[in-house]
């Protein structure tokens, strides 16, 4: 029973991640759950549709007849906006959104990537509220009405902007009371984004060129090498930011990673495969840009970005043998 009474929660996004937080959210059923998406997406999919999440211990979950409208009709009175969309659709769900939210409207992001938090931040006043989710469940579209939930452990939040920190922290425990989500909440969101920004930076791009599931990646001749070089990249990117990440942490931190999420695909090569657009300018792109605000050297970086570009570009799989021994070059390479 909620604590605080009947909310109403939006959940903005009906990929992987948006339909395996209104599967989970769904089991408190006090609240009134509404999933939303694009117009093109509705229409490709239908408007009403059935949504299976199957567990990691392999049990099915169906939600029949679950209604999805466009973002466009966000309801204003929603007491929680969760959005969940590939970062390269934020500029256009802003534009479909900023005149219906409040400014003292309570937001959480559960995205990958950086670059585009200030832009929602915008959308409220100090009196509102935005926070940001750094999510670690792996989760697997297998198609537009079944997700796969590959494992992993909770999702961080903590605030970005507004000065009701308790206020939003009550409202979310209340909320997620029930889901059998695993939150946790950080005094320093900026730090846990960062962390997981730098582990998708190594393992997203690499899995997708070579078109290997994340295990795979320790299997390569230079991996330590590359993760040790790679690391500098990342601590002196962190640093540039205003963010302290300790190099052996992260080596540690990108092997636990690797080893418990071995049998997955990362979503980077899941997009490839699927001839979606990657993140990657929200990714490893931010971490270039943030490079060149000061003048720093990205190599790395930029290396796996403009690989990752030249196959976006090409409109296909790139399974070639030259690509993925031009990438195991460039890992054995030192600058």
């Given at each position: 029973m909620s604590k605080l009474g009947k909310k109403?929660?939006?959940?903005?996004?009906?990929?992987?991640?948006?339909?395996?937080?209104?599967?989970?959210?769904?089991?408190?059923?006090?609240?009134?759950?509404?999933?939303?998406?694009?117009?093109?997406?509705?229409?490709?999919?239908?408007?009403?549709?059935?949504?299976?999440?199957?567990?990691?211990?392999?049990?099915?979950?169906?939600?029949?007849?679950?209604?999805?409208?466009?973002?466009?009709?966000?309801?204003?009175?929603?007491?929680?906006?969760?959005?969940?969309?590939?970062?390269?659709?934020?500029?256009?769900?802003?534009?479909?959104?900023?005149?219906?939210?409040?400014?003292?409207?309570?937001?959480?992001?559960?995205?990958?990537?950086?670059?585009?938090?200030?832009?929602?931040?915008?959308?409220?006043?100090?009196?509102?509220?935005?926070?940001?989710?750094?999510?670690?469940?792996?989760?697997?579209?297998?198609?537009?009405?079944?997700?796969?939930?590959?494992?992993?452990?909770?999702?961080?939040?903590?605030?970005?902007?507004?000065?009701?920190?308790?206020?939003?922290?009550?409202?979310?425990?209340?909320?997620?009371?029930?889901?059998?989500l695993n939150i946790k909440f950080s005094d320093d969101i900026k730090y846990e984004m960062w962390k997981k920004l730098a582990i998708n930076a190594f393992i997203n791009p690499i899995t997708s060129i070579l078109q290997i599931r994340n295990g795979e990646l320790k299997n390569i001749e230079s991996y330590n090498n590359f993760a040790s070089n790679f690391a500098n990249e990342i601590v002196k990117a962190a640093k540039l930011d205003n963010v302290s990440i300790d190099k052996e942490d992260y080596i540690n931190e990108l092997s636990n990673v690797i080893d418990k999420t071995a049998n997955n695909k990362s979503s980077m090569l899941q997009d490839i495969e699927n001839d979606r657009e990657t993140e990657i300018n929200h990714i490893n792109g931010f971490i270039i840009t943030i490079c060149d605000r000061k003048g720093i050297f990205r190599k790395y970086n930029l290396l796996l970005f403009s690989i990752m570009i030249t196959i976006v570009i090409s409109g296909k799989n790139k399974k070639e043998d030259h690509m993925k021994e031009l990438i195991k070059g460039i890992m054995k390479m030192e600058f």
């Open positions: 109403k929660i939006a959940i903005i996004g009906d990929g992987a991640v948006g339909m395996f937080l209104y599967c989970r959210l769904f089991k408190n059923q006090d609240n009134e759950i509404t999933l939303y998406a694009e117009k093109e997406t509705i229409n490709k999919n239908l408007k009403e549709r059935q949504i299976t999440l199957i567990s990691s211990e392999k049990n099915h979950e169906t939600h029949n007849n679950v209604k999805i409208k466009p973002t466009e009709e966000l309801d204003q009175d929603t007491d929680l906006i969760i959005i969940s969309v590939k970062t390269y659709h934020i500029d256009n769900l802003i534009k479909q959104i900023k005149d219906i939210i409040k400014p003292h409207s309570k937001i959480i992001s559960i995205m990958n990537g950086m670059g585009y938090q200030e832009k929602l931040a915008l959308l409220i006043d100090e009196n509102g509220s935005y926070w940001c989710g750094v999510n670690t469940y792996g989760i697997t579209r297998l198609d537009d009405r079944v997700i796969k939930h590959e494992g992993g452990e909770h999702i961080i939040m903590g605030n970005y902007k507004g000065v009701n920190k308790k206020d939003m922290e009550n409202l979310i425990k209340d909320i997620f009371n029930g889901s059998t």
